[in-house]
């Protein structure tokens, strides 16, 4: 079993909000007056003619407490700066782990529990797992696709019924119409030159044919001109001109898709237009790079934001700024790509306050440094030992107010 840690118990706090830096820009902030002695709001604001808000803000105090799904763990760096409702290394208390992938399942903490978020394939990415028994301990137990499990858990197929394939990681009991279950295979016996119109029925495809074609079954009949089975990602032979069945002289199969035709982009007569042209996407030929899009490394890449590509391809980031690929910008900043041009943006969360991106990048947490809550030199009460959580400076309820009136 999965262990679980509970939380001690955390007393409930109001948060105040202070302004959150949301660009991804470096921001410049002023820094908030210094609080009170007493830690109490004793401003105009709670006036009594001030607004709702303001009156429940004049009766918090600073708090030294972290509000209920945070907590101070050994690896923290400021105080209730760790989120045990999602940290998958303390969820739901310190030092709960939750397996990263484990027995093809990949996990998460939602509310402070380790849960299964996704299930995984076999080797080869055929087959996919589930978990039945919905059960975390086992991770993805079953592998679906068999006859036992074909389309889900539980899905059961009748004796002598295949579970097949119809679409990637899809399958379902029993051939699809149009098809026949030949030793539990499903076949269409209009074409198929093992099982022409009968299972079993094979062609003979030894007789002289055109080019890329040979005799084997089409309607249900032996000896019929059919173009060579597709060797993918090698040949695929296509009658794209229509003169198979014109007799002696025919080109046969003439079009090889497989070859980037533009005429025929991995079809006959499918033409790529509007400065597209035809590539391979994932093996499979497709017209590609639509206007606005450049083809580079093997992909149609829009090079006006792409910090590998920034304004051409292979032009990275990293080296338009004059940082050596064996090094890498400050932490928690990362090379960026607009309208072509390179730059240097914060993680979210981060601030470059010493405005020194280049030496230590994005240096402060602004969700939970004290010194610098919400914004550069936003400080928390430091006497009260008021933690930063979210961006904010942690509150409660005063003491000899009564509580929030």
Partial sequence: ???????????????????????????AFTPAEPPPPSGQFTQPDASSEAGPDAQVMAHLCASNQCPAGRATCPSSVYPCDIDTANDIQNCGGCGVVCPGEYRAARFACKESKCEITACGTDF?????????????????????????????????????????????????????????????????????????????????????????????????????????????????????????????????????????????????????????????????????????????????IDIMDDPNNCGGCQRTCLAALGVDHSQSVGVHSTPACNNGACSIICEPGFVDCNNDMFTDGCEVDIRSDPKNCGGCGNLCNGIAGQPCVGGNCATEPCPEQGGVQ
Wanted: aromatic share 6%.
């Fill in 1 to 27: 079993m999965i262990d679980r840690r509970s939380i001690g118990a955390v007393v409930a706090t109001t948060l105040v909000t202070l302004a959150v830096a949301c660009s991804s820009e470096t921001i």
């Fill in 124 to 300: 080869f990415g055929v087959y996919p797992y589930a978990n039945c028994n919905r059960l975390p301990d086992d991770g993805c137990e079953v592998l679906l696709g068999n006859a036992d499990n074909c389309s889900k858990c539980g899905d059961k197929c009748a004796d002598g019924e295949p579970c097949v394939r119809t679409a990637p990681f899809t399958f379902q009991c029993g051939c699809p119409a149009g098809t026949t279950n030949c030793n539990g295979k499903c076949v269409d016996t209009k074409k198929d030159d093992l099982n022409c119109a009968t299972c079993g029925n094979a062609c003979d495809d030894t007789a002289p044919a055109p080019p890329n074609s040979y005799e084997g079954c089409g309607k249900s009949k032996c000896g019929q001109l059919k173009c060579l089975p597709p060797q993918p990602p090698v040949e695929q032979w296509e009658d794209c001109d229509g003169d198979l069945f014109s007799g002696p002289g025919s080109n046969g199969c003439e079009i090889n898709l497989y070859a980037l035709n533009d005429d025929h982009c991995g079809g006959c007569d499918i033409k790529c237009t509007n400065g597209q042209h035809c590539f391979y996407d994932m093996s499979i030929p497709r017209c590609m790079c639509p206007q606005g899009t450049m083809y580079c490394e093997g992909a149609c």
